[in-house]
T-cell receptor, first 111, second 114 residues
């Protein structure tokens, strides 16, 4: 990956359980975003957290950012089978608006 | 609401042929990005355009070129295709005035090189 790694690479859980995905990056960032991708489909924006924020919530999603460790985590609470997808973190730096994606986590939620 | 439109959705080409992918951004969006995603890989940034000018360049091969037209649609031209060019190609758009950083992605164009 151009920017960093996500772990785990794959995660299988039962409906109702929580799913936590981690992302590490290499450079200083302006913001970090999480995207979801169903197999073979386009990427859908989930949530954005700015470099001066430490935690953000959106529905069942909770994102944390630790700029000192250059890492972020995405927590999906009370998972559903429909949450099955790949999840990517992506970072934006200050001098450009392009996004650099991490390697992604494949989440499988079993009914 | 209108989304990013990409065409064609699927494309099959032979080695050494040429392919052109088109992208129609969300109305009023002024910035277009192109990404390449190989099987099981993360999306790799290729190139971006802001107000019809190239704004950033990533890992785009010299065999590829792109431009953004006066109506803000963009085209990615790929020549001398190689087997390794087989991938999903995504276009994304954004509006600089929002300053939200969010990109809106199309459904992608799947290129298969035989």
């Amino acid at each position: 990956s151009q920017q960093g790694e996500e772990d785990p690479q794959a995660l299988s859980i039962q409906e109702g359980e929580n799913a936590t995905m981690n992302c590490s990056y290499k450079t200083s960032i302006n913001n970090l975003q999480w995207y979801r991708q169903n197999s073979g489909r386009g990427l859908v924006h989930l949530i954005l957290i700015r470099s001066n924020e430490r935690e953000k919530h959106s529905g069942r999603l909770r994102v944390t950012l630790d700029t000192s460790k250059k890492s972020s985590s995405l927590l999906i609470t009370a998972s559903r089978a429909a949450d099955t997808a790949s999840y990517f973190c992506a970072t934006a730096t200050y001098n450009t608006d392009k996004l650099i994606f991490g390697t992604g986590t494949r989440l499988q939620v079993f009914p | 609401a209108a989304g990013v439109i990409q065409s064609p959705r699927h494309l099959i080409k032979e080695k050494r042929e040429t392919a052109t992918l088109k992208c129609y951004p969300i109305p009023r969006h002024d910035t277009v990005y192109w990404y390449q995603q190989g099987p099981g890989q993360d999306p790799q940034f290729l190139i971006s355009f802001y107000e019809k000018m190239q704004s950033d360049k990533g890992s785009i091969p010299d065999r590829f070129s792109a431009q953004q037209f006066s109506d803000y649609h963009s085209e990615l031209n790929m020549s001398s295709l190689e087997l390794g060019d087989s991938a999903l190609y995504f276009c994304a758009s954004s509006y600089s005035g929002f300053n939200t950083g969010e990109l809106f992605f199309g459904e992608g164009s799947r290129l298969t090189v035989l």
